[in-house]
């Protein structure tokens, strides 16, 4: 397809993917930045939506090498959380790939509203304390159907997936906010390469336009992954429920 590519929207992509990821690596939501950016270049909202997972994938590959480095990800915790993952994202893509996205506008709103509430009303939910040990699966089953439930989401729309994740790694799993991130940079990048092999398959990705959005992501990454490893557990969690209420509010206003 055609699409209109010139310096102010080269421009506009590469500010979108520096918003979206250095959001995504510490919260969520930046794909309600890309999406749009993409659709002004005149792609429909399939062909954007396949084209943004080039960016998500790169941006969480990032985020995860980062973490990594500052011995911040928890590699032992990798294989059983990416296992129900995985499952829910292959769902979600093949059902993304045939169905407008437009479908999950009120769940994503929904668990926007619904995590902003809890971090203002039981913030110790999704911030555990500093004495507090992660669990296992096998400890707190509820993980399971959680990370499945945020695979789905995920393959389906990438928006906002970041939030889902953060409720079951933090609320569910108790990891504290940065290892949390860690975790869910790795998930996002598996089902987003689970993601885009089924929209490159149905024909849905334009590389162009994706890698210079990936370029931008991944200097977003970067900025975030050190404040991130910087900052206190509170700040952490107060930007995070910045975010939240921004992301509702655009989420509200889209």
Known sequence: MEYEFTGLTFSLLIA????????????????????????????????????????????????????HGHGKLALEAIVPILAPTLAGSLAGALV???LPADLLEPVLLSTLVGMALIMVLRPGVVAPGS????????????????????????????????????????????????????????????????????FMSRDQVLWVPGLVLAGGSVLGVRLSVRMAVNVSQRVLRWFLLVLVLLVSAAAWMG
């Open 16 to 67: 979108s993917g520096v918003l979206a990821g250095f959001i995504n690596t510490l919260a969520g939501g930046g794909s309600l930045l890309t999406l749009p950016a993409l659709m002004l270049l005149g792609m429909p909202a399939d062909i954007a939506n396949g084209t943004n997972r080039v960016a998500v994938l790169l941006q969480s590959l990032e985020g995860m090498r980062g973490f």
């Open 96 to 98: 993304a790939s045939y």
């Open 131 to 198: 004495d507090e040990q992660p669990r296992t699966l096998r400890q707190a089953p509820m993980g399971y159907p959680g990370l499945f439930a945020a695979g789905l989401y995920g393959g389906f729309i990438q928006a906002g997936v970041g939030f889902v994740l953060i409720t079951v790694l933090a609320g569910v799993l108790r990891y504290d906010l940065v290892r949390a991130n860690a975790l869910k940079l790795t998930c996002t990048a598996v089902f987003g390469a689970v993601s885009l092999l089924v």
